[in-house]
């Protein structure tokens, strides 16, 4: 059994050694592992704690590749580079391309700029007009969720607490209790100063803003 999963039992008042309802089995844990699951991916995507490098071959002629991540997803990437040339790649988008060149599916070239297309796919433009360039991706990854206390848990070891009291408060969620549920969650949230009423600078508005220039530019 995972430290998570005796933190928990232990918060809800279950003997870790011999609990009554949540055995050590896939079906008596079920619950109590689908919420640490839960807490897992939340802490991931809130803190980009967990991450990983890919090594992409560019091949001419080819725009769109798969991201194939067996152990887990691709949240977002965080840095994208040419491994031959040192060069950093700007994000971009489609409508930007669109913007900048109606025809931008005819560019070839060294790649200068890339741009994901939900969780699995990554683009690059100018489209490699050649093989041999490798694509150096850092990306912040969502683990994939575990079942078996053989399986690994992705969660820093200062931040067990903080998933166990997330899945103890959606435990108490499930019997009704919202009471203990609310106060189990405000601890989970404490951990990343979601509670703090005046986080921001009073002038700050809270919004969904981009600066990115109109074109894909090269950037050292």
């Known amino acids: 059994m995972h430290t998570v999963e005796t933190l928990v039992l232990e918060m809800i008042g279950e003997d870790p050694d011999s609990p009554d309802v949540f055995t050590d089995t ?9 919420s640490i699951n839960d807490a897992i991916e939340e802490i991931a995507m809130l803190t980009g704690g967990y991450r990983e490098t890919y090594l992409l071959p560019l091949r001419a002629g080819r725009c769109f590749y798969r991201l194939d991540h067996s152990a887990g997803y691709v949240a977002w990437l965080s840095d994208v580079r040419l491994q031959s040339r040192n060069w950093r790649l700007e994000q971009t988008d489609l409508t930007r391309l669109r913007a900048y060149d109606p025809r931008w599916l005819y560019n070839n070239g060294d790649p200068r700029a890339y741009f994901p297309i939900g969780l699995d796919f ?49 435990f108490y969620a499930s019997r009704g209790d919202a009471k203990s549920a609310l106060d189990h969650h405000a601890r989970y ?8 009423p005046y986080s921001r600078a009073a002038e700050y508005i809270a919004g969904l803003k981009t600066v990115k220039e109109p074109w894909p530019r090269i950037t050292g």
Do not use: C
């Open 122 to 170: 990554i683009a690059f433009w100018p489209i490699p007009s050649a093989d041999g360039e490798v694509a150096e991706l850092n990306a912040v990854i969502v683990p994939a969720r575990y079942s078996e206390d053989t399986d690994r848990l992705f969660v820093r070891k200062n931040l067990e607490y903080a998933a166990a009291h997330f899945a103890v408060g959606e």
């Open 26 to 34: 896939l079906t008596g844990m079920a619950q109590i592992r689908d």
């Open 189 to 196: 949230a404490q951990v990343f100063g979601l509670d703090l």
